[in-house]
């Protein structure tokens, strides 16, 4: 059983079929397999409805001509304590009509007739009965835009949803789907119904390039990122998409607010085989609304396992990286970047980026994973160089010079590196680099050498100084 409160539905009447609003009303509806029951009371006014089977109307909505074989109506309205009650039962050889007031049985017509004559038409465009016969109906009038049009006059969402499902079963041109879609998008204020309604149908919607489309742009006129996502998801998982549909797509997910959303989507989007770079690239932009660096870098991340991307979408990356707060989650993303080849100037921003960042043992990781995954020409070493020496730990600062010298470096780079060494302040942490550094300088020219003992007269204590002036010349 299910309860919902809300403002007076159709159900409630004042006088023969007018519509009471504005006044607040408390429905039970009950639907399973075999009926349908719905009781709608406000105040002194109950309306209650059970219908079973399948029942055909007449053309006017005023009458009710068949119905399956287990077919059943019942209507029931009570107002200020006076009762009038409605059954129609489907029997051998035709229908069962009874109309009763209070207790007492009279006949169907004329009084009968007449009641179901003014209710009917309002219980078919509030409800699901006669919904077959009257798509039928319509659709046979004329065709995919007069059901479409009777839609438009339904006053419920699940209706709606209903006979646009059931239009769908009729001979429609898959052409059509698309303007169906895009009708039920303006007709329907429920997410929950829109997105039933698109999911449910869309082993159909695959068929066409520009229902998918239809499907996807349906999202951005709901309000809820969870019903968004489910479409879009379930369309994703159906086909590789077209670039046009990811175009929907991502402005769609530009307006989600929330951020676990819109890395559902973008990672499912993210998924398909036919992502120009340019679409790569708008996805790596779009991470920049992600408020969460966790959820940011779970894009970003996947987004660069992606191969062949250009020089532009990793600047896009380094720009979104930027403003990711968490070193911890802005450092995995950097060393992500650098496990491709990058350009010089990406190379240099990304250094660059490592001042963003206020740990030095996460700028340390990012620097020896560019070092261990770049080549990098003298100009990048060199700004690297400059960066690893204005580290405020002396430690971190060598570690990433120690790890440059496990290199074989040319003497420029080493006179570059020796230079570098000086800014460290610490004895011990200078003297260590340069103990390091004494096997690579001793193969080297008088100008490499010279550079060593300019580093080492910037050491205060003997003993460190002694150190570092030995291993140069030590056998």
């Not at 029951?37 to 009710?64: A, C, L, M, P, W």
């Not at 019903?227 to 879009?232: A, G, H």
């Not at 676990?260 to 790596?284: F, G, P, W």
């Amino acid at each position: 059983m299910m309860k919902t409160t809300a403002l007076c539905l159709i159900l409630c009447f004042t006088g023969p079929a007018g519509l009471v609003y504005g006044q607040e009303a408390t429905t039970w509806v009950h639907s399973d397999d075999k009926r349908i029951v719905i009781k709608n009371h406000s105040g002194f006014t109950s309306f209650d409805i059970e219908v079973r089977g399948r029942i055909e109307v007449s053309d006017d909505d005023k009458d009710i001509v068949s119905m399956s074989p287990d077919g059943y109506l019942q209507v029931r309205k009570t107002v200020f304590g006076s009762k009038r009650t409605l059954i129609i039962a489907s029997e051998e050889g035709g229908l069962r009509k009874e109309y009763y007031e209070g207790r007492t049985k009279l006949p169907f017509d004329p009084a009968g007739k007449q009641w179901m004559g003014e209710i009917l038409p309002e219980l078919v465009r509030s409800t699901t009965i006669g919904a077959e016969s009257r798509v039928a109906r319509f659709f046979k009038k004329g065709g995919t835009n007069a059901v479409l049009n009777e839609i438009d006059l339904l006053t419920s969402n699940h209706v709606k949803s209903k006979y646009a499902s059931l239009l769908l079963k009729q001979p429609i041109n898959p052409k059509e789907y698309a303007k169906i879609i895009d009708r039920m998008s303006e007709t329907m204020d429920s997410n929950f119904y829109l997105a039933g309604f698109l999911k449910d149908n869309l082993d159909k919607f695959i068929k066409s390039n520009e229902a998918l489309e239809a499907a996807f742009r349906a999202t951005n006129n709901m309000d809820s990122d969870h019903y968004k996502t489910e479409v879009i998801k379930s369309g994703l998982s159906e086909k590789d998409v077209s670039i046009d549909a990811v175009k929907i797509i991502m402005k769609s997910t530009g307006n989600m607010d929330s951020d676990h959303y819109k890395t559902e989507v973008l990672n499912s989007l993210l998924a398909q085989h036919n992502l120009t770079d340019e679409v790569i690239n708008e996805m790596i932009i779009t991470t920049k609304t992600i408020d969460s660096d966790y959820y940011r870098s779970v894009v970003l991340n996947r987004a660069l396992e992606k191969e062949g991307l250009s020089e532009a979408s990793y600047q896009s990356a380094l720009e979104s990286v930027r403003s990711i707060d968490s070193d911890h989650y802005k450092a995995e993303v950097l060393r992500s970047l650098v496990s491709k080849p990058l350009a010089q100037n990406a190379q240099i921003t990304m250094i660059d980026l490592t001042n963003s960042i206020d740990s030095d043992h996460y700028c340390t990781v990012v620097l020896e994973e560019i070092l261990d995954r770049q080549e990098m020409d003298k100009i990048v070493f060199d700004h690297l160089l400059t960066r690893a020496a204005n580290i405020e730990s002396d430690h971190y600062a060598s570690v990433v010079m120690k790890d440059a010298l496990s290199r074989n470096l040319n003497e420029a780079n080493l006179i570059s590196l020796l230079k570098a060494a000086e800014n460290i302040e610490s004895d011990h942490y200078l003297t260590e680099v340069l103990v390091t550094a004494a096997p690579q300088v001793k193969k080297s020219g008088n100008p490499v050498k010279d550079a060593y003992r300019k580093a080492a007269s910037q050491i205060e204590s003997e003993t460190y100084y002694g150190r570092a002036l030995r291993a140069l010349e030590a056998n």
